[in-house]
């Protein structure tokens, strides 16, 4: 955790010498998404496994660097991020209902272009690292726990609105590749992806010049 701040902290310090103006807050925001499952290859199931979104919440800070081209800025965050879904599970007899969750330590990097001095449009890499799972798995044969990657990468793609001191982001963000999986039914293990819908709300703290 302490290295991963540092390096936060380093990164800011290295992009101010080529920026006009830095920018610093916090920021917290709750999101709509969770896991979808694929490749999944148990003889046994009846229907793949699907998902049911759930709601979670975000918070953290974040830097904002304006460049010397007009409009353009980099914006890197550290985020702490939870994702999960609802699991359902349907085979030839029963079906299971269970949840699964993750806690990630998030590093955007964000490129964007400001327009009219209100409006915002980015997008970037979202680095993530895994710090906490929980899953939920039905206590019934065939089931076992698995864990899944710790550290993957996404993207996110936003809008910005900004307000004197406040900053308003609606982001998508999604990971194509996969993310492992949460949990094994007769041996197989379906391959996680996920999507979200991120509502934000941001606070400038100070910029310098």
């Not at 353009?72 to 609802?86: D, T």
């Not at 969750?101 to 400001?114: C, D, H, Q, R, S």
């Not at 206590?139 to 076992?144: D, I, L, Q, T, V």
Request: proline share 4%; net charge positive; glycine share 10%.
């Amino acid at each position: 955790m302490k290295k991963i701040i540092l390096s936060f902290t380093c990164f800011l310090i290295a992009f101010t010498a080529i920026s006009q103006e830095l920018e610093f807050g916090f920021k917290a925001g709750l999101s709509k998404g969770g896991f979808t499952y694929s490749n999944f290859t148990a003889n046994t199931v009846k229907y793949s496994p699907t998902n049911e979104n759930i709601s979670t919440y975000n918070f953290g800070a974040y830097g904002r660097l304006k460049l010397w081209v007009i409009g353009l800025y980099v914006q890197p965050e550290l985020m702490y991020n939870k994702r999960g879904s609802n699991v359902t599970l349907e085979t030839t007899t029963d079906k299971y209902i269970f949840s699964n969750t993750a806690n990630y330590l998030e590093i955007p990097v964000l490129v964007g272009f400001k327009m009219l001095k209100t409006f915002r449009i980015y997008g970037g890499p979202n680095f993530q690292i895994m710090t906490k799972q929980k899953t939920d798995i039905p206590n019934a044969p065939k089931f076992a726990s698995s864990d899944l990657t710790k550290k993957t990468t996404g993207i996110q793609l936003g809008l910005g609105l900004d307000l004197m001191k406040l900053r308003f982001d609606v982001k998508y963000d999604f990971n194509a590749g996969n993310m492992g999986t949460p949990f094994l039914y007769d041996g197989s293990g379906p391959s996680a992806q996920n999507t979200m819908l991120t509502f934000q709300i941001g606070y400038k703290l100070f910029g310098v010049l």
